[in-house]
C-alpha cells in the first residue's frame, strides 16, 4: 500500500514538473544569421555570439528582458509569456508553459523581421501615449549624482539656477527620492517644500519641467507601515514577514502593487501630484525592491508589469527598468552599473541600438550615478565624449551637474555638444510620433536600416531615422573610421562622402561626427 502511494506521489511530481514545462523548442541557427534579443541592456553583447546558460525571463529581475527574438535573416522569435532560453552558440533551447515557441519567417532582413513581429504581436495603440516632445527637445537634467536623496526646495532652485548660468538650456528637473513627508505617502514633505506647488509654478516659469522619483517603498518603522502592516498592502516572504528590501532611503517595505486596490491607490496619489501640484512625471525607480519581486502575490513579471503600468497616465514617464508586452511608451533609462569609463562608451551605443530592436524606441543610457562624481574629475576626455554621446541619443540625459566641469576647453566643448543638438531635437520630434504610429525604432542599427550591406556587426555608429548618420567619438582621439553605406553623405560642414565607402574622418573644436543623407 505504502509503495502505492509513493507511486502515485511521484507520478504527480513528475507531471506537474512535465506540466510547468510543457512546450520545449530547439531552434537552430543559420548559417551566417545574427540575432539580437532577450537581453534590452548589457548582459549580452549583441549580436549574440557567446553562449549563455538557461534563463527564466518569468524571475529575472536583473535588468529588462524581452521574450523577443529578431535575426539578420528575417525571422523572430517571440513569445506573449515570458519563457525560460538557453542558447548554446548554435541553437536556442526554448521552454514554455503555454506554447511551442517557433522561429517565424517575417521577411528577409532584419527591418522586415522586427515590423512583422511588431504589427502581428503587439502593434501601436491608436492614439497610443507617447512621451511628452520636450523630453527630445530639450536635455534631461538628474540631480542624483550631486544630491542623491532629499533635495531640498532651495537645493531643487539653486540647480535650476546653476544649470542656466552655466549656458546650458532649460530642461527636465529630475528630483531624487525623499521628498515625501514620510516614504510611502506619496505627499511633499512640507517642512522642505511649504508650498508644493508654487515651487513648480516658479520652475515652469524658468523653463523647468519638474519630475519626481518615485518607488513603491514604504518607511519601515513610518505611520503607514504600522496602520497597514496585516492588510495585505505590502509585499511579504513565503513565511509570512514582510519583505524589507534594502535602498538608498534605508531599509523598506514595499507596496503589493500586482493587488488591484493597492495598484489603484498609488495611481490615484500619483494623479493629485500631477492634477494638483503640477508635477509634470515621474522616473519611476523599483530596483531596490527587486530581489523581493518573485514574493509579491502575482510574482516577479506582474509585479514588473504592473509597475510599467503606472506610467501610461502620465506621458513624461521615465523607467530604470520595466517589463511589458511589446512596444514600450515611455522613457527608459538603461542604467549602467559601471562607472563613467572608456569602456561604457561603446556599450551605451549596443545597449540603445538593441533597446530599440527590441520595442523600447524612447530609451536612453547612463552611467551609474553613484559612482560618476569621481570618474569627472579623474578623466575629463572621457567626460566630454560622454556628454557628446548622450546630446545625440534620442533623450538628451545629463547627470552631471554642467558647473562641475572645471576644465575651461572640455566645459566649452560639452556645452556645444547640447547647442548642436537643437537641429537634430527637431528630428527626433518627428520621430516619435513617426514611431507611435509604425513602430519603428527612432535609432537604429545600421543593418536595419542597409540590410545586406556587411552592416551586422557594426556596433560604434547608428542611425537616426533614415536621414542622420551618427559615428561618436568613443575614444581619445578626434579620429575615427565611419562606414558609409550607399547614398551621399554631408557633414555640418558641408563635406561630402559618397558611400559605400569606408574613411577616415576627423574633427576638431568638439564636434561631433553626424552627416546627413542628401536624399
Known amino acids: ?32 544569421e545574427q540575432w539580437w534579443g532577450v537581453f534590452v541592456g548589457g548582459e549580452q553583447a549583441m549580436p549574440l555570439s557567446e553562449p549563455f546558460p538557461q534563463t527564466d525571463l518569468s524571475t529575472w529581475v536583473k535588468s529588462n528582458v524581452a521574450p523577443l527574438l529578431i535575426s539578420s535573416r528575417g525571422r523572430y522569435i517571440w513569445s506573449k509569456s515570458p519563457f525560460k532560453i538557453e542558447y548554446t552558440g548554435t541553437e536556442f533551447r526554448i521552454e514554455s ?48 549624482a550631486e ?17 542656466l548660468a552655466a549656458g546650458y538650456p532649460a530642461g527636465t528637473l529630475v528630483v531624487p527620492g525623499g521628498w515625501q513627508s514620510t516614504i510611502g505617502s506619496f505627499t511633499p514633505n512640507l517642512e522642505m517644500y511649504g508650498d508644493f506647488a508654487a515651487l513648480v509654478r516658479e520652475l515652469h516659469d524658468k523653463g523647468f519641467r519638474l519630475m519626481l522619483t518615485v518607488t513603491p517603498f514604504v518607511s519601515g518603522d513610518g505611520p503607514i507601515y504600522r496602520a497597514f502592516r496585516n492588510s495585505g498592502a505590502f509585499v511579504k516572504l513565503s513565511d509570512g514577514r514582510t519583505a524589507m528590501a534594502e535602498w538608498i532611503g534605508g531599509y523598506s517595505a514595499f507596496y503589493d502593487i500586482t493587488r488591484e486596490t493597492v495598484y489603484e491607490m498609488l495611481r490615484r496619489q500619483l494623479g493629485v501630484l500631477h492634477d494638483s501640484l503640477g508635477v509634470d512625471g515621474f522616473l519611476f525607480d523599483c530596483d531596490g525592491a527587486l530581489p523581493y519581486a ?20 502620465f506621458p513624461p514617464s521615465q523607467y530604470t527598468i520595466s517589463r511589458g508586452d511589446g512596444f514600450a511608451p515611455y522613457i527608459h533609462d538603461l542604467q549602467t552599473k559601471r562607472p563613467l569609463e572608456w569602456g561604457l562608451l561603446q556599450e551605451m551605443v549596443s545597449n540603445i541600438l538593441t533597446a530599440n530592436l527590441l520595442g523600447y524606441p524612447y530609451s536612453t543610457v547612463s552611467a551609474d550615478p553613484a559612482l560618476t562624481s569621481d570618474s569627472v574629475a579623474r578623466d575629463p576626455k572621457v567626460l566630454l565624449r560622454y556628454v557628446q554621446l548622450s546630446s545625440v541619443l534620442p533623450v538628451a540625459a545629463l547627470d552631471i551637474a554642467p558647473w562641475r566641469i ?6 566649452a566643448q560639452c556645452k556645444a555638444a547640447f547647442t548642436a543638438r537643437e537641429r537634430i531635437g527637431e528630428y527626433y520630434r518627428q520621430l516619435i510620433q513617426e514611431s507611435a504610429r509604425t513602430a519603428e525604432p527612432i535609432v537604429r542599427h545600421m543593418e536595419y536600416e542597409f540590410p545586406r550591406n556587411g552592416f551586422t556587426d557594426c556596433n560604434d555608429q547608428f542611425m537616426i531615422g533614415s536621414k542622420y548618420l551618427v559615428a561618436p567619438l568613443l575614444g581619445e582621439s578626434d579620429s575615427r573610421t565611419v562606414r ?15 558611400g559605400p565607402l569606408v574613411t577616415t574622418v576627423t574633427v576638431a573644436d568638439g564636434e561631433i561626427p553626424i552627416f546627413e543623407s542628401s536624399k
Open 294 to 313: 518573485r514574493f509579491a502575490n502575482a510574482g516577479a513579471a506582474e509585479f514588473l508589469k504592473k509597475w510599467s503600468e503606472l506610467g501610461n497616465d
Open 406 to 411: 572645471t576644465d575651461p576647453a572640455v566645459a
Open 1 to 32: 500500500m505504502y509503495k502505492k502511494i509513493a507511486g502515485l506521489v511521484l507520478a504527480a511530481a513528475l507531471l506537474c514538473e512535465s506540466l510547468a514545462a510543457q512546450y520545449s523548442t530547439k531552434i537552430d541557427v543559420l548559417k551566417g
Open 484 to 498: 558609409f553605406p550607399r547614398g551621399v553623405w554631408i557633414s555640418r560642414k558641408g563635406e561630402r562622402f559618397k
Open 147 to 163: 544630491i542623491p536623496f532629499s533635495a531640498t526646495a532651495d537645493d531643487i532652485r539653486q540647480y535650476a539656477q546653476n544649470i
Open 97 to 144: 508553459p503555454i506554447e511551442e515557441v517557433e522561429a517565424v519567417t517575417g521577411g528577409k532582413t532584419l527591418r522586415e523581421a522586427y515590423l512583422v513581429c511588431c504589427h502581428k504581436n503587439f502593434p501601436p495603440a491608436e492614439n497610443a501615449p507617447t512621451p511628452a516632445a520636450e523630453f527630445f527637445t530639450a536635455p534631461v537634467y538628474d540631480m542624483s
